[in-house]
């Protein structure tokens, strides 16, 4: 990751880093009044803008950022402030979990917009009126920089504190690259998972997988980041081509070192979705029709919203925000639901990765997208 230092570094920062330094408009001494540091991660014809501001002077209670775009960049969505827009000027307005920057501290927040033909950086980033980088010859000038600054990513937009949160936006091939990998578990046929540049739940991407029956045929994007064994919430958006088919399907699966490293499956059979649970091939919930008639089909063609949650034993699961009645088991035995499942007891997941994919074990093509995969120590939701 590059960061584009647009305005002056403080000098301690000079002191430490041999980068390319413009001191401008000083307040005292070199140091001018505020520092911002803009980083974008483009793509086609969007980008995510990733923003730090470092108050060099008094203490701020509640801030505006403001600045203008050069081109014709529009701001789509936020994070950590309130970014608005009228024609090329900026603002974002700080939440009221960082209205403070104490002298010296810094802020950090984050946008997604569009753009058509160049995206150069800002040049009048103003804190509270006060204008930060350089608006004035510079006084001083040194070497560009050799060397990078790591900074750590911030989340994408609406990713709660804590969480793994990816909306594949920062993929660049068509292969999924980064925090996943491609898995095919028993051998790889005509099953693909690549990133689509023309589907996207939000922004502009997505990861396609081309599910086909058989075997040979199993595909699977994985990923270890933001799984815990102490409680586990997942939230994904999927949206697929085909209806669940009676045979058994798979499309997520997660290896339970607590069950031998087999997996925790949620796919369909019988045209409901349901949880498989590999090592004794235990379903929730059973597949009785009383049982499969407490699960729901996965409507086709539209975007649906999945969430599940463990804790301990317990495993739950919402459609579109309303829980499946079927789909949870809650350590107490329920004829049709859970009773299979609970039948071995101890059950109590300890799950070490998280993938995404398409297995049939018999009947079942399938075409499906995922996008805006989050694992949070709680519930996410669908917003
Ligand atoms: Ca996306």
């Known amino acids: 990751m590059r960061w584009k ?31 911002v540091d803009y980083h974008v991660d483009q793509w086609n014809n969007g980008f995510v ?13 509640g801030w505006t950022l403001t600045w203008t775009f050069a081109g014709d960049q529009r701001v789509t969505s936020s994070w950590s402030a309130g ?22 501290a810094s802020v950090q927040f984050g946008f997604q917009a569009t753009f058509q033909g160049t995206n150069d950086t800002p040049t009048d980033f103003a804190l509270n009126g006060v204008r930060c980088n350089d608006t004035n010859p510079p006084t001083t000038t040194t070497t560009p920089p050799t060397t990078t600054t790591t900074t750590p990513q911030l989340p994408p937009p609406g990713c709660p504190s804590g969480a793994f949160c990816d909306g594949f936006e920062n993929q ?8 996943w990998s491609l898995m095919f578990p028993n051998c790889q046929g005509s099953g693909t998972a690549t990133v689509d540049s023309s589907t996207a739940h939000s922004g502009t991407r997505s ?6 029956a058989g075997y040979c045929n199993h595909v699977f994007l994985a990923t270890s980041r933001g799984m815990s064994t102490s409680g586990q919430y997942v939230r994904f958006f999927v949206r697929h081509t085909t209806a669940l088919p009676e ?41 009785s029709p009383a049982g499969v008639a407490q699960s729901v089909p996965l409507a086709v063609n539209q975007w649906a919203c999945v969430e599940f949650g463990i804790t301990g034993s317990e495993l739950r699961t919402w459609l579109n925000g309303t829980e499946v009645s079927g789909l949870h088991a809650d350590g107490t035995p329920t004829p049709d639901v859970d009773a299979q ?28 997208w995922f996008d805006d995969v989050v694992m949070a120590p709680s519930r996410i939701g669908c917003s």
């Not at 970014?83 to 010296?104: C, D, H, L, P, Y």
């Not at 660049?172 to 925090?179: F, M, Y």
């Not at 990861?207 to 086909?212: A, D, S, T």
């Open 207 to 212: 990861v396609r997988i081309n599910g086909r």
């Open 247 to 287: 045979s058994h399907v798979t499309f997520v699966a997660m290896k339970d070192t607590n069950d031998g490293g087999k997996d925790l499956r949620m796919g369909g059979q019988n045209r409901a979705l349901q949880w498989n649970r590999e090592s004794d091939d235990a379903t929730l919930p059973e597949q």
């Open 341 to 368: 499942w609970l039948r071995r007891g101890g059950w109590r997941p300890a799950l070490a990765n998280f993938r995404l994919g398409w297995e049939s074990y018999g009947n079942g093509d399938d075409t499906l």
């Open 172 to 179: 660049t091939g068509t292969t999924p690259a980064g925090d």
């Open 83 to 104: 970014v608005t827009q009228s024609g090329k000027a900026v603002t974002a307005r700080n939440q009221e979990f960082n209205r403070g920057i104490a002298t010296g």
């Open 49 to 61: 803008g990733q923003v730090k501001v470092t108050n060099n002077g008094a203490a701020v209670d």
């Open 5 to 35: 230092t647009s305005g002056a570094l403080t000098m301690a920062a000079l002191a430490t880093a041999a980068a390319a330094v413009i001191i401008v408009n000083p307040v005292s001494a070199d140091v001018p009044a505020c520092v």
